[in-house]
Nanobody, 122 residues
Framework: QVQLLEAGGGLVQAGDSLGLSCAAS????????MGWFRQAPGKERVFVAA????????YYADSVKGRFTISRDNDKNTGYLELTYLTPEDTAVYYC???????????????WGQGTQVTVSA
């Protein structure tokens, strides 16, 4: 099995940037697509971004395209999400996940971290 640990969340102002990381245990990290999802209080968990196992392909939700950048370093078993031009609408718990293939739905991913809180003030 794989265990994931997100880090880097915090409180920032609108227009600021923030970097999140996702540390994975074990050798299996490089075999999986990595995705980022977010969930605001009282709302459904939604897709943010995904990157293929090799790092050659990336996908973004329309709401974050051009503002967020997903990346991974398989040698370090770590994935990343860089958030820029943040707005209060980006406030949510951000989750890292691994799955066998790229996908936009929660059901496409097999392993999940516990999440890290991102709060953007107006």
């Amino acid at each position: 099995q794989v265990q994931l640990l997100e880090a880097g969340g915090g409180l920032v102002q609108a227009g600021d940037s923030l970097g999140l990381s996702c540390a994975a245990s074990g050798r299996a990290f490089s075999a999986y697509t990595m995705g980022w999802f977010r969930q605001a209080p009282g709302k459904e968990r939604v897709f943010v971004a995904a990157i293929s196992s090799s790092g050659d392909y990336a996908y973004y939700a329309d709401s974050v395209k051009g503002r967020f950048t997903i990346s991974r370093d398989n040698d370090k078993n770590t994935g990343y999400l860089e958030l820029t031009y943040l707005t209060p609408e980006d406030t949510a718990v951000y989750y890292c996940a691994l799955g066998p293939r790229s996908g936009f739905g929660v059901a496409e991913y097999r392993y999940w971290g516990q999440g890290t809180q991102v709060t953007v003030s107006a």
